[in-house]
């Protein structure tokens, strides 16, 4: 019902639904004249929620090295495209 003479509105998209679609108008008779184009079509999920990172930190005490454990909130906070995580350090 949103859809108008230039644009198509689809709704309750989901990632199943993103790929390559094309649209094709004709005209009338006599010439019945056509004209096509496309455009691929990605689908988007935003996370509900801003990711939490937490978890404690082990120091190797012979090399010095520093490792966490960590819960970005992705299990129950998904995102398309996944979220990527990088680490800064100062």
């Known amino acids: 019902e949103r859809s108008v003479r ?15 679609f094309r649209c094709e108008a004709s005209g009338e008779g006599p010439a019945f004249r056509s ?23 082990v120091i190797n005490e012979q090399d010095g090295t520093v490792g966490t454990q960590l819960h970005d909130g992705s ?8 979220a990527q995580i990088r680490w800064l350090i100062n």
């Open 6 to 20: 230039e644009a198509v509105v689809l709704r309750s998209v989901t990632p199943a639904t993103a790929g390559f």
């Open 35 to 57: 004209v096509s184009g496309g455009a691929a079509l990605s689908v988007v999920i935003l996370p509900k929620k801003k990711p939490e990172i937490f978890g404690g930190y």
């Open 75 to 82: 299990h129950d906070n998904p995102s398309r495209p996944a």
